[in-house]
């Protein structure tokens, strides 16, 4: 039986977010959204977390992964797994750009199935909270995320075009 119990757990330093960011994509079971500034240093070029989000996105096609950055150059140019990922599951995994009057918002932020999430408080910040059987937080920052994805475009496509 699973421990449902509220928790959150401090992060005070990168290590400590990317292995957080692990932590919440192992924990995703139907959508997984994600929001940096460039996803640059953070452990999305990984086997471990290319292989813990590639099986969620196997486990079933309705699952979801939602990609929000500012600057997506680094994962369209310097992240071939990201980049692998997109083109295998194109109907299930987006990469939209915030457009420039979004480009304020510091807050990085990654949330899993309306009840995990992983926060810095900005990206120049490495601390950061890991919230655990959090609906409250958790909804509040997808909605957030929600937000900033609606007014944001598609970045990369899953196909490359031209000759």
């Known amino acids: 039986m699973s421990d449902d119990t509220l928790q959150h757990t401090r992060l005070d330093g990168i290590v400590d977010y990317s292995a957080a960011l692990d932590s919440l994509c192992a924990l995703a079971q139907h959508n997984l959204y994600l929001f940096e500034k460039d996803f640059d240093g953070l452990g999305y070029n990984n086997e471990v977390r290319y292989t813990t989000m590639r099986n969620f996105l196997l486990?079933?096609?309705?699952h979801r992964l939602f990609v929000l950055a500012h600057d997506t150059h680094y994962l369209s140019a310097l992240c071939p797994r990201m980049m692998m990922l997109l083109?295998?599951?194109?109907?299930s995994m987006f990469i939209y750009q915030t457009p420039k009057h979004l480009q304020y918002i510091s807050e990085p932020l990654s949330v899993?199935?309306?009840a995990y999430y992983v926060r810095r408080f900005h990206f120049d910040d490495p601390r950061g909270i890991l919230g655990q059987h959090d609906p409250q937080n958790a909804r509040a920052l997808k909605s957030r995320f929600l937000e900033?994805?609606?007014?944001?475009?598609?970045?990369?496509s899953p196909t490359t075009l031209g000759l």
């Open 87 to 91: 083109r295998q599951f194109g109907t």
């Open 59 to 62: 486990a079933s096609p309705a």
């Open 112 to 114: 899993a199935d309306d």
């Open 148 to 156: 900033m994805w609606e007014h944001s475009h598609p970045a990369i």
